[in-house]
Each structure stands twice: as C-alpha cells, then as structure tokens.
C-alpha cells in the first residue's frame, strides 16, 4: 500500500511516518508540512492508495483538502487525524470524503486495526466495532455518503 501523508507539525509528522513504517505492506512515499506539496506530489506521482490528513494543517483547512484529493483521486483513500476526534469531527471528516478519522496521538494499535481491513475496507466512524458491525459496515468508496447520512440518523445519545 502506497502512502502519503500531510501534518504541520514536523514531529508528528516523523512519528507519523514511523507509525506507517512498521506497518507490513505499508511504502510511505511522501511526507509534507502542506496541502500543496500534497497536491503537487500527487499529481506527479504513480497512484497512491492512502493520503493522511490532518485536520488542523495550521492556516490550511484539512477538510477542503480532503474534499480536493476525493474528488481529483476518487480510488485514494483518506484518513483524517485530529487532537480533537470527538463525534462532530467524525460526521465532517466522513462528509469530506475520508474513511475514517484517527485520534492524535496515533496508536500504532489503532492503525494497525483500520488497515487490516485492507484495501477497501471501511468502518463507519468510532473508536471500536463488534465482528457483525463490522461485517454490515460499508466497503466501498462510494459508500462515504451513506455513512455519512447513518451518522445523521443517529440520535446523539448514540454517537
């Protein structure tokens, strides 16, 4: 799996490739500081099956540029990550496009957990799933919508 990642902080952003790294089948091919040397290596680039983005990219708006990597790179998976991963910040980064949003800092565990669904694979936003949710989630890229609009339908007592 070819990866790419995009975080303001230098130091996450180490420990970020780090993570990725010790993941099997993981090649993290570019590390940037901004959404435009993202944009610029994607487009030079061979495919690359995930980006991670920061929510919070300092003057830059993580959302957009997830919003601009799904629509120029629809097969381009997108992982969102934030400090503040409570559930609002799940309905956004799902609305923007993303698979799925990760709590800074970043558990090699809970990485680990999400790329074992391999591929395709994609859980409706929360920190744990049980064997039968994960087997009725969605699994396609063009089911972020309906995810999206699951999480709408949910009362907030249950997101």
């Known amino acids: 799996m070819r990866v790419m990642l995009v975080d303001d902080s230098p130091e996450t952003l180490e420990v970020l490739v780090a993570q990725y790294q010790l993941q099997r089948g993981v090649e993290v091919v570019g590390a940037f500081c901004e959404g435009a040397s993202l944009l610029l290596a994607l487009a030079q680039s061979a495919p690359v099956d995930l980006v991670s983005v920061d929510i919070q990219l300092g003057t830059e708006d993580g959302f957009a540029l997830c919003e601009r990597i799904r629509s120029r790179y629809p097969m381009t998976r997108v992982v969102m990550c934030s400090i503040e991963a409570d559930d609002e910040m799940r309905r956004r980064a799902v609305r923007a496009g993303a ?6 800092p970043v558990l090699s565990r809970d990485l680990k957990s999400w ?8 859980i409706p936003p929360g920190d744990t799933m049980s064997e039968s949710e994960r087997k009725d989630a ?4 063009q089911s972020v919508r309906e995810i999206a609009a699951w999480l709408d339908s ?3 007592d249950v997101v």
Do not use: F, I, N, Y
């Open 138 to 141: 969605p699994r396609t890229p």
């Open 115 to 122: 790329l074992d669904l391999g591929p395709e694979g994609m």
């Open 154 to 156: 949910l009362s907030p």
């Open 99 to 104: 698979s799925h949003l990760l709590a800074k």
